[in-house]
């Protein structure tokens, strides 16, 4: 039974119409978004999600929305249940609520979510990126996170991949996953701003992957500085579903203004991020 037919005839018909139509679960958390309507009635709820998926033992409500340079929700506890991390190496076992481990394509990733960004969702992404990367490849992953599309390759291929992020705490976090993954030898994490790791950055990188829709391709031009001919660039960016389809033409053009001739191999949507707006993966080889 999904989350709806869990709470008939303990909410009434218009609190069941605003009941959030999915929620997203990262390792054993569920992360709801309850509306202002349900304010009243968030335990009822979170004991309902208990009821539904069995593996969460800890429900959380985001507050607002995902906000700043770091994009991380605040969120509430609702409601918890004891944990327990098989498999998980004793340094590594989550100690806070907000945090947990999420396993995801063979990789484990340890998150806090209410200290750093990260999204089940994107996990096709992931993949998708990964199965491209041939062995052999120097991998620049700019903003990181806690490092999934800079971990996952590094399991996958003989790479050196160089991570870059602003977020003290997501770096700390994707330290662990790179010695959890047992990557140490294939991933360097590198704590600061783009902006100003990148141009200390030595040579020229085979893939250099951008998935941060929100600011991505503000440093679009920088990230070209690190390109070669045949490097590909994975750009993630946010559009209006009208604006799509020129996107990689627009591009393009910034492409060549900053003296760099590309074909755009793909523009795809990545996921849907509210009526009409969708996150877009835009990927360009250099000439
Ligand atoms: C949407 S999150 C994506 C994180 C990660 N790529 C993932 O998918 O899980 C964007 C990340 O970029 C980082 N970030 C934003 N601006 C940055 C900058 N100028 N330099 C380095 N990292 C930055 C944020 O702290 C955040 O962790």
Known sequence: MDIKGTLKGKLNAEELKCLPRAF?????IAILEIPEELEGRKETIAEAVFAVQKN??????????????????KVEILA??????????????????TETVHHESGARYKIDVSKAYFSARLSGERERIASQVKSGEKILCLFAGVGPFAILPARKKKVKVIAVEINQDAVKYMLENIEMNKVADKVQAIEGDVAQVLPGLKGKFDRIIMPAPKNA???????????????????????????????GEKIKARCFAAKKKVEILDVRKAGEIGPYNYRVSVEIKIE
Not at 56 to 73: Q, T, Y
Not at 80 to 97: N, Q, T, V
Request: no cysteine.
């Open 80 to 97: 918890s249940k004891p944990r327990s991390f098989e498999g998980i190496p004793k340094k590594f076992i989550p100690k806070a609520l």
């Open 56 to 73: 969460v033992k800890v429900v959380v409500n985001k507050i607002g929305e995902v906000e700043g340079v770091f994009r991380v929700p």
């Open 217 to 247: 391709a503000d440093f679009l031009e920088l990230a070209l500085s690190k390109a070669k001919k045949g490097t590909i660039i994975h750009l993630y960016t946010f559009a209006p579903v009208e604006e799509i389809k020129t996107l």
């Open 24 to 28: 997203e679960v990262v390792g054993n």
